[in-house]
């Protein structure tokens, strides 16, 4: 008789996965078993991230972080099980930037390690980005002292919406269609705006940036959120 071998956990060397999925109900969609789904997830250590959605792209997201990412699939499975199509999502790592040259362990453990959602940041948007590769604007040729300034004067900008916005950048390379997936959080919506829009004029942004889709919505608890659709 073969005996079965239990799955080894699938966890990234260093830093956590991140699994972003925007849903709609289906006809069968159990309000309970999704809750039961996002506690469960918590109990076994994960940080689940639940967010009543705006538009018409999809009507509730659940963001999950894990060490393994076996995790990340068991969630998204009772996510599905519980009635909700998916009808978009993103693959993501927390990572440190290779541009993060001296930033204090403290600052860096933050970034692979976050805490959030952070109290009384509850406007929510996602949305991916890629570097450009065209031939008179490529990234990637570009010597990695210029990259690193460009950065840096990304960095900046950035910095001076820290008390309105956190922001937490995840890398996809390899795992998803772009190479990064940016989560904003926010204290007041136009301050999601205000941020992207003054950013966008950086030159690692204005010349060298490719986004993709734009969600935007409000961190709501999964009790509440179930009942919004």
Known sequence: M????????MSPSIGMGVLHLFCKPEAQFDREATVHAVKAAEAKGLTVITVSMLGHKCDM?????????RELRSFQSAIQAAGLAVVDSYVSLTEVSEYAIGVPQEMLDARLY??????????????PMS??????????????????AHMQEHGVSGRKFGPRVTQLV????????????????????????EV???MRFDKASAIYAEFGQF?????????ELVHTV
Do not use: Q
Not at 2 to 9: L, R
């Open 131 to 148: 570097k450009r590769r065209n031939a008179d604007e490529n990234w990637f040729t570009l010597p990695f002292e210029e990259r690193h």
């Open 2 to 9: 073969n005996s079965v071998t239990p799955s080894e956990p």
């Open 170 to 193: 995840t890398g996809s390379t390899g795992l998803d269609e772009y190479e990064w997936g940016v989560t904003l959080f926010a204290v007041h919506p136009d301050d999601l705006k």
């Open 114 to 127: 976050p805490k959030i959602p952070v109290p009384g940041k509850n406007a929510f948007c996602f949305y």
């Open 215 to 223: 969600y935007t919505g409000v961190l709501t608890p999964v009790e």
């Open 61 to 69: 997201a659940f963001m999950a972080l894990a060490s393994d990412m």
């Open 196 to 198: 992207v829009y003054t």
